[in-house]
């Protein structure tokens, strides 16, 4: 009972660096509400892509990320780019741009290495405090925008994909360096 209670609880943060305004948005979550996987990951990305959406400027998302086959580099995150951009109202198109593993030092790392540096002198006692220390690791040109997910938020994409991809269909997502989605104009 004493060890359960005493074991630390794992706190999850995906992070997203805007280039072209420089603002960080963190996506955080206990192990309590969700694994590291493809869903979660797929759920982050996809509510990211619809306040884009919502911005009502925004044509073409150019995503940089690493090559984690169980986060994004999988069928689901395919399917769900493929899904939010039928679903935008403004959107045209959608790029995600694999790294080469190992070589993927990225914009975004810079954030976690602000966020590391903010707590090497705090002590964490409840994971309550992480959106706080988060939100305000960096102060300028702006703090973080934090959203905190429970396990409700977290989508599930498994039709998604099974309508996306024929059921016995091979793929070798482990050699895409790009993908682009186009969104179709029917007139």
């Known amino acids: 009972m004493i060890l359960y ?4 609880i ?3 943060n995906f992070t997203i660096y805007e280039s ?3 603002k960080g948005f963190c996506h955080i979550w206990s192990e309590i509400d969700g694994h590291r996987g493809a869903n979660e990951i797929a759920t982050c990305v996809f509510n990211y892509i619809r306040s884009l959406d919502q911005r009502g400027d ?16 999988n069928k ?5 780019l493929r899904y939010a951009l039928h679903t935008s109202a403004n959107l045209e198109s959608i790029q995600i741009n694999y790294l080469i593993p190992g070589h993927t030092y990225m914009p975004v790392d810079s ?5 590391e540096t903010s707590i090497k002198k705090t002590i964490i006692w409840a994971p309550s405090q992480w959106p706080t220390i988060i939100e305000y690791a960096r102060k300028n040109p ?7 997910l429970n396990g ?3 989508l599930g994409f498994e039709n998604i994909v099974e309508h996306t991809f024929k059921k016995n269909q091979k793929l070798q997502i482990s050699k895409i360096a790009t993908a682009t989605i186009k969104k179709k104009q029917y007139r």
Do not use: P
């Open 5 to 8: 209670y005493s074991r630390k």
């Open 111 to 115: 954030m976690h290495a602000t966020i």
């Open 76 to 80: 689901t995150v395919l399917a769900m």
């Open 10 to 12: 794992a706190v999850y």
């Open 152 to 154: 409700v938020d977290f």
């Open 20 to 22: 072209g305004t420089h």
């Open 58 to 73: 925004i044509k073409k998302i150019i995503f940089y990320c690493d090559s984690a086959y169980g986060q994004n580099k």
């Open 142 to 148: 702006e703090s973080y925008h934090v959203n905190v």
